[in-house]
């Protein structure tokens, strides 16, 4: 895939079966591309920067947007979750990082007349967890940690309280080696 024609530069997919061309996208001018986590990051000739699937069998865009006002001949750059662009008059950097996860606290406290181990979910800089979030918090276990561990997940119902959730995991009267939890906000 790339830019191709004497005075168009039109976007195009090369097939290296038969010399023809896959398909034709729209014009880009003399723009620039990158294949990024699967998908083509196109800056075009006239500031904009595109992103569409890299399918060989057909054009489809996600989505664009004006990114500079002048011309843009250079190849874009991402770098640290920052997506660079430099034209012939300007600079221009975009947060293109996926937003992070929302860092959570887990607490656990033995409750021994229960035989029931009881956690607490807070949100670790100290905003409050609403019971509408509960559903996407999940408890993890293990029966070691480090490379090769597996995590499955704990069925439990959480709570409100103080802030934060509250789940309790019954623990049978015989326990055979130890277990291992993380908390995490759910995919």
């Given at each position: 895939?790339?830019?191709?024609?004497?005075n168009s530069?039109?976007?195009r997919?090369?097939?290296?079966?038969?010399?023809?061309?896959?398909?034709e996208g729209?014009?880009?001018?003399?723009?620039?591309i990158l294949?990024?986590?699967?998908?083509?990051?196109?800056a075009?000739?006239?500031g904009?920067?595109?992103?569409a699937?890299?399918?060989?069998t057909?054009?489809?865009?996600?989505g664009?947007?004006?990114?500079?006002?002048g011309?843009?001949?250079?190849?874009?750059?991402i770098s640290?979750?920052?997506l660079y662009?430099?034209?012939?008059?300007?600079?221009?950097?975009?947060?293109?990082a996926p937003?992070?996860?929302?860092?959570l606290?887990?607490a656990?406290?033995?409750?021994p007349?229960?035989?029931a181990?009881?956690?607490?979910?807070?949100d670790?800089?100290?905003?409050p967890?609403l019971?509408?979030?509960?559903?996407?918090?999940?408890?993890?276990?293990?029966?070691?940690?480090?490379?090769?561990?597996?995590?499955?997940?704990?069925e439990l119902?959480?709570?409100?309280?103080?802030?934060?959730?509250?789940?309790?995991?019954p623990?049978?009267?015989v326990?055979?080696?130890t277990?291992?939890?993380?908390?995490?906000?759910?995919?």
């Open positions: 895939m790339g830019c191709s024609g004497q530069g039109r976007l997919c090369l097939s290296l079966r038969d010399g023809g061309y896959a398909w729209p014009e880009v001018g003399l723009g620039a294949l990024v986590d699967g998908k083509l990051l196109i075009t000739e006239g904009e920067v595109v992103l699937e890299a399918d060989p057909t054009y489809r865009e996600i664009r947007f004006r990114a500079l006002n011309r843009v001949w250079n190849s874009p750059a640290d979750g920052v662009v430099r034209g012939t008059t300007e600079l221009a950097a975009f947060d293109v937003p992070r996860p929302r860092m606290r887990l656990a406290t033995w409750d007349l229960g035989r181990v009881r956690f607490t979910v807070t670790a800089e100290g905003q967890l019971p509408t979030q509960a559903q996407a918090i999940q408890l993890l276990e293990a029966t070691h940690v480090g490379e090769g561990a597996v995590w499955s997940p704990v119902v959480w709570t409100a309280a103080d802030g934060g959730l509250r789940g309790e995991v623990v049978p009267p326990v055979t080696g277990r291992f939890f993380v908390v995490r906000a759910a995919d």
